[in-house]
């Protein structure tokens, strides 16, 4: 059972507009969400993350934002760069104890065109 | 220092062979982590310890067998792997829920 999904495996958008990227969750124990990007045959690079506590997290041109009646997440790149097309994988986990799982969604490929 | 190391970043090794890959983290993380991820696919938990204690196996073939010597190092040695057990593998820290971070992963090919 696949409990993060990300159900558009690709995007494309023009430079300079808007990416969003879509996260949706089935178990409501998670309470922290991550969004990674990931280039072929490297390891993932943490971009930005949230709390459950919160509805929005922003980081420069990031923001996540969360909706946790719906359990869905998002990712907005404004504006988005021909340097941002990669893979974006969301990624949840669950508080208590001392390990921090994650499960992954499997994975938007965006395509940024200049 | 921020970052998760990982050595060899390529190996490739026959169906006999014994190897280890490394992983090294100074950020004073108490959770470290094997991942594995093949093409096209989102990671996949391999195992966890914490405080150098083995907390986690998900259902791992003994062919892979992971050590954590002390709290900054973690290996996994692996022994009579299949060709399908080739993939890149990923090391990951994190202190809690944050600063979850991931080295640059070593692309295994068993022949």
């Known amino acids: 059972d696949q409990q993060v999904k990300q159900n558009s495996p690709s995007l494309s958008v023009q430079e300079g507009r808007i990416s969003i990227l879509n996260c949706d969750y089935t178990n409501s124990m998670f309470d922290y969400f991550l969004w990674y990007k990931k280039y072929p045959a490297e390891g993932p690079t943490f971009l930005i993350s949230?709390?459950?506590?919160?509805d929005k997290n922003e980081d420069g041109r990031f923001t996540v934002f969360l909706n946790k009646s719906a359990k869905h997440l998002s990712l907005h790149i404004v504006p988005s760069q021909p340097g941002d097309s990669a893979v974006y994988f969301c990624?949840?986990?669950?508080?208590?104890?001392?390990?921090?799982?994650?499960?992954f969604g499997k994975g938007t490929l965006l395509t940024v065109n200049p | 220092d921020t970052e998760v190391t990982q050595t060899p970043k390529h190996l490739v090794m026959g169906m006999t062979n014994k190897k280890s890959l490394k992983c090294e983290q100074h950020m004073g993380h108490r959770a470290m982590y094997w991942y594995k991820q093949k093409a096209k696919k989102p990671p996949e938990l391999m195992f966890v310890y914490s405080y150098e204690k083995l907390s986690i196996n998900e259902s791992v073939p003994s062919r892979f067998s992971p050590e954590c010597p002390n709290s900054s190092l973690l290996n996994l040695h692996l022994h009579a792997l299949q060709p399908e057990d080739s993939a890149l593998y990923l090391c990951?820290?994190?202190?809690?829920?944050?600063?979850?971070?991931f080295g640059s992963g070593t692309r295994l090919t068993v022949v």
């Open positions: 990624a949840a986990s669950m508080s208590g104890g001392s390990n921090y799982k994650l499960t």
């Open positions: 949230i709390s459950s506590i919160k």
């Open positions: 990951a820290s994190s202190q809690e829920q944050v600063g979850y971070t």
